[in-house]
C-alpha cells in the first residue's frame, strides 16, 4: 500500500511562489507516473501537471510556463514549483501516483490528502 504526503501549500500574495511535495512511502520499488491535481472551490478536480518515469511532463494549459513538476526517485518524492501565482490557482492541490510495488506489481491511481493553496489578491 502507498502513503503520500503533501505538503508545502499555504497562504500566498498573487505574484509569489510557493513549492508543493509529494512523499511517497511504502511497499515500493518504483514510481511511474506522477501527478499532481487541483480541486476548487465548486469546481471539478483538474490535472495540473503530470511527469512520468523517464522525465516527460504534461501541463495544464493554465499553468504552463508558470508551474514547473519535477521529481527525486531516489527519495520517492514529486514536487510542484508554483511561480506567478493567481487568485484563481487556490484549491486544494493533490498528488498522485501510479507505482511499481516491491513484488512487482503494478497500483494505479494512489492519492494523498491534499494540501490546501490560497492565493490572495
Known amino acids: 500500500q502507498v502513503q503520500l504526503v503533501e505538503s508545502g501549500g499555504g497562504l500566498v500574495q498573487a505574484g509569489g511562489s510557493l513549492r508543493l511535495s509529494c512523499a511517497a512511502s511504502?511497499?515500493?520499488?518504483?514510481?511511474?507516473?506522477m501527478g499532481w491535481y487541483r480541486r476548487a472551490p465548486g469546481k471539478q478536480r483538474e490535472l495540473v501537471a503530470s511527469i512520468t518515469s523517464g522525465g516527460s511532463t504534461n501541463y495544464a494549459d493554465s499553468v504552463r510556463g508558470r508551474f514547473t513538476i519535477s521529481r527525486d526517485n531516489a527519495k520517492k518524492t514529486g514536487y510542484l514549483l508554483m511561480n506567478s501565482l493567481k487568485p484563481e490557482d487556490t484549491a486544494v492541490y493533490y498528488c498522485n501516483v501510479d507505482i511499481i510495488t516491491a513484488w512487482g506489481s503494478y497500483e494505479y491511481d494512489s492519492w494523498g490528502q491534499g494540501t490546501q493553496v490560497t492565493v490572495s489578491s
Open positions: 511504502g511497499s515500493i520499488f518504483s514510481i511511474n507516473r
